[in-house]
Structure formats: C-alpha cells, structure tokens
C-alpha cells in the first residue's frame, strides 16, 4: 500500500477500510476515499485504455476538470477522481468506448425544488469564502457551494504557511488551517447556507441556476450570483504527454496532502511558478525524490524563497529548460530536457534524459469563468472574484472576495459602507509580481543572538515584522513589497523563525560560546531524519554547499508542525547558513532525442487523441474557426468540453503566425459538468443489478 504513515505536518486520520474490487482484483479503500486515491493507494495508475488506439490513460487534473480517470463502477462510467468508493464497489478498467447502462428503468419522477436567496456563491475556495462572509455580517441571505465534500479549494492542499498580510491574510499561517478559519467564519452568520458536495451544473437564461446536491437536483434563484469557481490547471505538448504518470500538480498535491497517498519515487516537475515550487516541497516532505524541476524562462516566475526552500535541500532547478518527451512502455518511465535559448529553440547537444515514474505540469492555470458567462448572457446580476477573475496567490483572492461582496450589497441596494480605497490598493500589493532580488543584508551590529533574513526578493509578505516581541524587524519601506531588515534587540525567542513562510530566518547565538556560535535552522521535512549529535551538511540562501556542523539539539515545536535544528559552526559561516542539504543532485543522461516524429506523437485534445500534426494541417489548409476543426479533427470534441485543449489549440494558431483574433472560439456547451438527464428532473431509477432481478421472473 502506497499511504503516507508519517508526515511532518498533515496526522493520518483513522477511518474505516472498505473493501473493492478492481478488474477482479480486491483492493482497500478508505471511508469517504474517492476511487482514483485509492486506486494509486493499491499501486494501479492505470484506470483507462483510449477507444482510438488503445493507449493507456491515468489522471490528470484530480478535480472533475477533464475526464482522463474514468473507470466502470458498478456498470456505470464514471470520474474516478470525483466518485467515491462504496463497500463492495466492483471498479473495472475502461476499454475503448464508454457503454451505457442496459436499462433506465424510471422508477419515479421527482420534484424539482426552486429556492430564492439574494446571493448564490459558486465556489468555496479563498475568495468564496470571504465573500460569504462579508454578506453574512449584514444578514444577506446567501447560498455559498462547493462539489468537494471540504470547503477551502486549493487551501485543502496547502501544507506551507501562506505569504501576504497577517492582518489580511492570514500570512504565516498554513493554508489547511486558513481554509478551516474561513469555514468556521462562517457559522457565525445564519443568513449563510453552506452547501457541500453541491455542484453547478448550469446558469440558464430564465435566470434560474441549477445545483446537483449529492443525488437531488435544485434550481436556485438568486438576485445576485458569485462565480468564485477558481482556476484550471493548463497542460502541455510533447510528446508522451499522455503517459500515466504525467499529470498536473494540483493532481499530486490531491494525491499527497488531501488523501495522504504516495504516487511517485522519482519525480520530475516541469513548470518554475509558485506551484511547481510549492509542489517540490510538499513532495519532499512526502518522502519523494524529486530528480529535477525545470523552467523555460531565464529565472523561474515563482517567490524566489519557494525556489531557495528547494535548491537548498539539493533539488536541482534547470532554468531555460524545456521538456523534450517522457517515454515509458504503460507508464512514464523516463524523462529527456533540453536547455533553449533567448526564442526557447532546443541547443542540439544538451539533451539529458532521467528516470522518472511521475511527471508534473506546472504550467500555468486558466480560470473557470464559463458560468459567469452564462450568469452575464442571461441578464443576471453578475460577479466574479479570487481565480476565476485573475489568476493570483490564495492571499489575494480572499481579498477579491471580500471586495466582490461589497458590489453585490450595493447592487441589492443593502446599507453598507462604500469599499475602503485601501482595500484596492492592497488587492494590487496581494497580486504583485515578484520584484528585484536585492544582495544579502551586510552585518551592521555585534548583538549576541540576532535574526539572520535571507528574504531578499520584494514579495507581499510581513508576518516576521508582526510576530516579532521586540519589533526589531521591520520593513525596508512602508509597504509590505519590501524586504524585511533587523534593528534593535533580540532574545533569541524563535517567533520570526517558525512563522516565516520561506524558512528564511534563522538565529545566529554566541551567547554561549563567543568563538564557536549556534544557528538555529528551520526544518520541515520529516521527524527522526536528523538527530542531536549528527553532522550534517549545511547550505546558504541559495544554495551553496558550506561544508558540515555538528548538530547540538532538535526542538519540535508541534503546534507550528516545524522543527528547528541548531548547529554548531563558525562566525564566517554562521551568518550565510539557510538551511540543510538532503539530497545530491543527479547529473542525468546525455540523450539525443529524434524529434522528427513529434508532430505525430503530440497528444494536443487527450480525450479524442487528436495530434498536433493533424491540428496543423487543418490550420495550414485554412482553417480559422475552432467549430470547423473539431468537426474536421474532433479536437474538443471529448467529454471534457475542450476545458484541457482549448488553450493549447489557440497557442498552435499563435506558432503558426494567425493572430487569435482572426480564430472563431467554440461555442460552449450549454453544461459545463457532465450529468444523468433524470436528476434534472429527480428521477429514482431501478440499478442494472435490480432490473436484471426484475427479469427473472419471467
């Protein structure tokens, strides 16, 4: 069994095992588990074979987004990654094309109840969340969903602590624990319904609002509607793009920091913004190697702490890199990187290939706005907040949230204050880019216990000023964009250390010993891997390996979930120490890889299995309208809606030199989330098992 027992941060609950069967083969589950975690929890990451060429498929997104993990349930196609595992399940591999159930015997029909609420909030993430809120203290009637059986979104997944403002924010605090604060928040106001396992099947244009909740459909009418639906992750063209094994981050980090399920050894990560960062060190703290991660820009787009946090435990980080194939025979085996130059072409000569089981696509993300959309074509008073708006960190959309709600008050004419002009003002902080990386900080004092900062990039960030008993830190400027600098008196408390999201403070102390000075090292990674008396190899800021210290004491402080190692060491090397170094770097294999074949082997539309070859052809033929080229090619024609291929087709257009502006887009299905007819109309019907009963006596 594939399950995590130990993890520095996230305790494995205890839950009931539910026995299934998989091809015949019996497995366990947990309680509440859904069939894909448990899948790769007994080892199989096989869940399909395509109806095209019988290629093997596994998941991809983990979030109901495409339908890459779709198996047999107990005769029934269905989204392993959204469909829980019932005692007795009978799971089957798909093969070819999806059949349906023998019989839709309707046993009874249904009423569909229609519900008024002033506002109705698709989404429980961060900025749905906030926005519940807000209209909740001024007893709004609103309806808040979410089709997760846990409020939070991406918060769920979160082991680190979060950037931003503590006062705003939440800054130093975990994100799992954030998405319980602003669940809790919640049950403060009586004018808030939460709706869990609640999913948006449509907006229609009698400006009625479907909702599937659990099995029972309802049609909601609201005066005004939310979209707080967040963000899908983007995927990539390359051939072997399609293995199991290749898969978005958000996936793994379903995977590893919900259901606390290890589906890697050896992974590769592809994609240097925050996420790909960020998912490096969850996989770390899962006990995974991670061989490499690699970026196409000339330095990744992510915090440059998230970056440091690995390059210091000894993950190599390849910039102006890109990924050339992944291979393997039913799974992902091994990986080829090339470097590229200023115009991203491959240097012939630096290809390297390495062993991998999963790759990661940390690509980007695209927001999910399509019932906005309708809410908006149907005359509806329309928002929309956190990454369904704009793609930003979790800080800034509990922000866009509480900002958003403050419009809908004002459209239902509710007395309100008008928006304070500072909340914009710390919206577009929340939202800033990284900045300038400035050099380290130059010792200016001979105080003997003393915080070192190795927070040199402008980010959103201030809670090591916050905590801080003395006020020693503070800001280089007025904004929270500055990096943070020491001043005063120090006594050594740990505070800055344990809430910094960056594990970028460490404590300097001679206090003991003049010649001979202690660092005191965050650590996140696992219990028991270090000990007091070992030696081990320190690192700087970056990176840089500064030789071995001897380890003099380990201090769990549990409540954090941090551990802080102290060393012993010497004054030139006390100030530059950051972190630990775990692992070496692994050089990889000089591979030439045969692109020639690459057009043909490029999965561009996954749930039809349509190349990038035949996608270029159409466009060289012609073809400018994305209608045409699915009826032509059948890309976007697959059961995700072209949710996964739509952006990845419009950058084809980009390369073949069409200006998107000259592309017809797709015109979008009327649902956005695949549904049995009958619960449009709450239908009861008798299962394949009981109509097949109903025969025999016959």
């Not at 093969?95 to 698709?122: H, K, M, N, S, Y």
């Not at 319904?193 to 909702?211: E, N, P």
């Not at 050896?266 to 995974?288: S, T």
């Amino acid at each position: 069994m594939e399950r995590i027992q130990e993890h520095p941060v996230l305790q494995p609950a205890e839950r009931a095992a539910v026995k299934f069967t998989f091809d015949g083969k019996e497995c366990s589950a947990l309680e509440g588990e859904v069939i894909s975690s448990a899948l790769f929890a007994n080892g199989i990451k096989i869940f399909s074979h395509h109806k095209k060429d019988s290629g093997p498929q596994g998941i991809f997104c983990a979030n109901g987004q495409c339908a890459q993990c779709s198996v047999i349930a107990d005769g029934l196609t269905v989204k392993s990654c959204v469909t829980q595992v019932r005692e007795g399940m009978k799971v089957e591999t798909l093969r070819g094309t999806a059949r349906l159930p023998l019989t839709a015997c309707v046993q009874e029909f249904g009423r569909v109840e229609e519900l008024d609420v002033d506002a109705l909030i698709i989404g429980g993430g961060p900025s749905g969340l906030a926005a519940a809120a807000e209209l909740g203290k001024l007893n709004v009637s609103t309806l808040i969903i979410d089709d997760k059986n846990r409020f939070g979104g991406k918060l769920v997944l979160q082991t680190h602590k979060f950037f931003g403002s503590v006062e705003d924010c939440y800054a130093g605090t975990r994100g799992i624990d954030i998405a319980e604060k602003l669940e809790d928040q919640l049950k403060e106001y009586p004018s808030v319904k939460a709706w869990r396992d609640a999913t948006c099947l449509a907006v229609f244009s009698d400006k009625k609002v479907g909702v599937l909740r659990g099995d029972k459909y309802y049609l909601i009418r609201p005066k005004a509607v939310i979209s707080a639906t967040g963000a899908r992750e983007k995927s990539l063209a390359f051939p072997g793009n399609t293995l199991p094994g290749v898969y978005g981050a958000g996936a793994f980090q379903t995977l590893v920091n919900r259901d606390l399920v290890r589906p890697a050894k050896r992974l590769f990560i592809v994609g240097g913004g925050n996420v790909g960062l960020i998912a490096a060190y969850h996989a770390l703290q899962a006990g995974i190697q991670v061989v490499g991660l690699i970026e196409a820009q000339e330095r990744c787009g992510g915090y440059k702490v998230h970056e440091d946090k690995i390059r210091r435990l000894g993950v190599p980080v390849y910039t102006r890199h890109t990924i050339l194939r992944a291979d393997g025979g039913e799974q992902l085996e091994t990986v080829t990187i090339a470097a590229v130059d200023e115009k991203f072409k491959v240097l012939p000569g630096t290809e390297k290939t390495f062993k991998a089981d999963t790759m990661l696509i940390a690509v980007g993300l695209s927001s999910v706005d399509e019932f906005h959309a309708q809410a908006r074509e149907a005359g509806m008073a329309a928002f929309v907040c956190g990454d369904a708006e704009e793609i930003a960190e979790a800080s800034a959309a509990m922000f866009s949230g509480k900002i958003t709600a403050h419009k809908v008050l004002k459209s239902l004419g509710v007395m309100a204050a008008p928006v304070p002009e500072f909340w914009f003002d710390r919206l577009e902080v929340l939202k800033s880019r990284p900045g300038v990386t400035k050099a380290p900080a130059v010792k200016d004092h001979d105080k003997p216990v003393y915080p070192v900062l190795h927070c040199r990039q402008e980010i959103p960030c201030n809670p090591c000023v916050t905590v801080c008993p003395k006020k020693s830190i503070k800001l280089s400027g007025e904004s929270i964009m500055n990096t943070p600098k020491f001043s005063g008196d120090c006594i050594g408390c740990f505070k800055c250390l344990l809430i910094c999201p960056g594990l970028a403070v460490t404590i300097v102390d001679y206090r003991k010993d003049k010649a001979n000075p202690t660092v005191a090292l965050p650590f996140e990674i696992g219990r028991g891997l270090v000990k007091k008396g070992d030696n081990v190899r320190l690192t700087g800021w970056e990176g840089a390996d500064l030789g071995e210290a001897e380890v003099v004491d380990v201090k769990d402080f549990k409540a954090e979930n941090t551990l802080i190692v102290i060393v012993k060491t010497t004054p030139e090397v006390a100030d530059l120490a950051a972190s630990l170094r775990l692992f070496e770097a692994e050089a990889g294999v000089k591979s030439p890889a045969d692109l020639a074949k690459a057009e043909d082997e490029t999965v561009i539309c996954r749930c039809e299995r349509v190349s990038l070859g035949e996608i270029r052809r159409a466009i060289r033929s012609g073809m400018r309208d994305l209608n045409q080229l699915k009826a032509v090619t059948r890309a976007g024609m697959g059961a995700c809606g072209s949710k996964t291929c739509s952006t990845m087709l419009l950058n084809i257009f980009r390369s073949e030199g069409i200006d998107p502006k000259e592309v017809t887009a797709f015109t979008r299905r009327p649902l956005f989330v695949e549904a049995p007819l009958g619960v449009f109309s709450n239908v009861k019907c008798r299962t394949e098992a009981e109509e097949k009963a109903s025969w025999s006596g016959f």
